[in-house]
């Protein structure tokens, strides 16, 4: 199975302050028709997880523009540009390339 | 306005079985393939299975493959998961979501518990 390794997994930060967080592969994420099945979802204290970036890089719907997802291959990173109150919760990358489908295990953004 | 709502969860002992149900609305159901996720007690996300629009095909991690069945009705606008065999790592909060064309997951059920334990 394809081992998802998200750094840190914990993380602070102020109100205003721009994050980000790595999600390696074990294994690349290009298919070989060229696409990139690697995804980023929110999940906030007693919340069900939301779609935040689909694609590596495509905002979910309604998902503020402050988030952008990047990278290829086996590295990829999500950026919140100006933290708000309301990010705080654990983010998740997702990959469905390979089968099964597997889930980083987690990056807690907490707000000081 | 999209919803899934999960049902069926419950307390039940090691080797019995239970079936959740997750009704949805607000959207055409037999245009989506659907997932079951589930998230252990303080851990992280899991897939459990997936199905397609018209449920001719199905799909298991092998944490659950054998011991677990997803099924959908779509004249009625409900998924299904028949879990048979429950160990005592089954026990999490089970969400149903819509997966996407892209292969995401944009709507998620508010979850339901279910506990295996004796």
């Known amino acids: 199975d394809v081992v998802l390794t998200q750094t840190p997994s914990t993380l602070s930060a102020t109100i205003g302050q721009s994050v980000s967080i790595s999600c390696r592969s074990s294994?690349?994420?290009?298919?070989?028709?060229?696409?990139?099945?690697l995804y980023w979802y929110l999940q906030r204290p007693g919340q069900s997880p939301q779609l935040l970036i689909y694609?590596?890089?495509n905002l979910g719907s309604g998902v503020p523009n402050r988030f952008s997802g990047s990278g290829s291959g086996t590295d990829f990173t999500l950026k919140i540009s100006g933290v708000e109150a309301e990010d705080l919760g654990v983010y998740y990358c997702?990959?469905?390339?390979?089968?099964?489908?597997?889930f980083g295990s987690g990056t807690k953004l907490e707000i000081k | 306005e999209v919803q899934l709502v999960e049902s069926g969860g419950g307390l039940v002992q090691p080797g019995r079985s239970l079936k959740l149900s997750c009704v949805a609305s607000?959207?055409?159901?037999?245009?989506?393939?659907m997932t079951w996720i589930r998230q252990a007690p303080g851990k992280g996300l899991e897939w459990v299975a997936s199905?397609?629009?018209?449920?001719?095909?199905?799909y298991y991690p092998d944490s659950v493959k054998g011991r677990f069945t997803i099924s959908r009705d779509n004249a009625k606008s409900t998924l299904y998961l028949q879990m048979n065999s429950l160990r005592s790592e089954d026990t999490a909060t089970y969400y149903c979501?819509?997966?996407?064309?892209?292969?995401?997951?944009?709507?998620w059920g508010q979850g339901v518990m279910v506990t295996v334990s004796s």
């Open positions: 294994q690349s994420l290009l298919d070989s028709a060229g696409n990139t099945y």
């Open positions: 199905i397609t629009n018209t449920g001719g095909s199905t």
């Open positions: 694609l590596v890089s």
């Open positions: 979501t819509r997966a996407t064309d892209y292969g995401g997951h944009d709507y």
């Open positions: 997702m990959q469905a390339t390979h089968a099964p489908l597997t």
């Open positions: 607000g959207f055409t159901f037999n245009n989506y393939w």
